[in-house]
C-alpha cells in the first residue's frame, strides 16, 4: 500500500507536467467576449503566452507568434517566465521522487536517503505548484479586472480561456502529489527511528581484573572448609 502510494504521486506528477505544458502551450488565455458590438462582429480572438490567433466569421483561424518580447504586456512576460519555471520544477520533482519509489536499484537499502528523496520531491511539487497559481490567477485577475471596468472598451474586454482552467487543475493536481510524498515521508521517519542497532555494552578492563580476584579467593576459602 506505501509503495503504491508513491506511484500514485509519480503518476499525479506527470499528469501535471502535462498540463503544465499543455496551459502554457496553449492560445487560450484570453478569449473574445461577445458583448456589446462583439456580438455583431462575431471576431473570435485568442490571446496566449506565445501566439495570437484570430477568425472572422467562417474564414479558418490564424494563428501569428508574437514578433517582439518588448512589445508584450508585463503579465504575459512574467507568466511566460514562471509557467517555464513551473515546467522545469515539475520535471525535477518527478525525476527526483523516482527514487524513493519502492523497488528502485538506488538507495535500494538506504531507508534516510530515500526519505530525502521523499521531502525534497514533495517540496518541489508544492512549489510548483505555487508558481503555476501565480502566473494563472494573475491573469485571470486582470481579465476580470478589465471586464467590469467601465473605461476599458467593449471590444477589448475579454474572458477566461480553457488555458487558465487548465491551469488551475494541474496546480491541484501537483498540490496532491507534494501532500501524497510529504505524508509517506512520516512513517518513513518513524519506522526508521524505531529501528536501532544492538551494541554490547561497554565495560573496563580494571572492572573485570577486581572481579578475577573477587572469585579466586572465595574459592580458596571454600578449600579449606
Known amino acids: 500500500m506505501r509503495g503504491k502510494l508513491e506511484i500514485l504521486a509519480m503518476v499525479l506528477g506527470i499528469l501535471g507536467l502535462i498540463g503544465v505544458a499543455t496551459s502554457t502551450g496553449l492560445p487560450m488565455w484570453r478569449v473574445t467576449a461577445f458583448i456589446g458590438s ?75 536517503e530515500k526519505n530525502v528523496t521523499l521531502v525534497v520531491g514533495g517540496c518541489l511539487y ?6 503555476t497559481l501565480v502566473p494563472v490567477s494573475w491573469t485571470a485577475h486582470t481579465i476580470i479586472r478589465d471586464f467590469y471596468n467601465t473605461q476599458v472598451p467593449e471590444s477589448q474586454k475579454k474572458e477566461l480561456g480553457e488555458a487558465l482552467y487548465l491551469g488551475w487543475a494541474s496546480a491541484g493536481v501537483l498540490l496532491a502529489a507534494g501532500v501524497l510524498l510529504l505524508c509517506r515521508y512520516a512513517p518513513r521517519s518513524r519506522k526508521e527511528e524505531g529501528s536501532y542497532i544492538y551494541t554490547a555494552p561497554s565495560y573496563n578492563e580494571g572492572d573485570v581484573v577486581k572481579l578475577e580476584r573477587t572469585l579466586s579467593t572465595h574459592y580458596h576459602q571454600s578449600q579449606y572448609v
Not at 126 to 131: G, K, Q
Request: aromatic fraction near 10%.
Open 126 to 131: 508544492l512549489l510548483s505548484c505555487l508558481v
Open 38 to 112: 462583439n456580438i455583431i462582429v462575431m471576431e473570435t480572438r485568442w490571446e496566449g503566452l506565445w501566439m495570437a490567433c484570430y477568425r472572422h466569421a467562417d474564414i479558418q483561424m490564424q494563428c501569428k507568434v508574437y514578433d517582439s518580447l518588448l512589445n508584450l504586456k508585463p503579465d504575459i512576460q512574467a507568466a511566460r517566465f514562471l509557467m517555464c519555471i513551473a515546467i522545469v520544477l515539475v520535471f525535477i520533482a518527478t525525476f527526483v521522487s523516482a527514487f524513493a519509489v519502492r523497488g528502485t536499484n538506488c538507495c535500494r537499502d538506504d531507508t534516510r
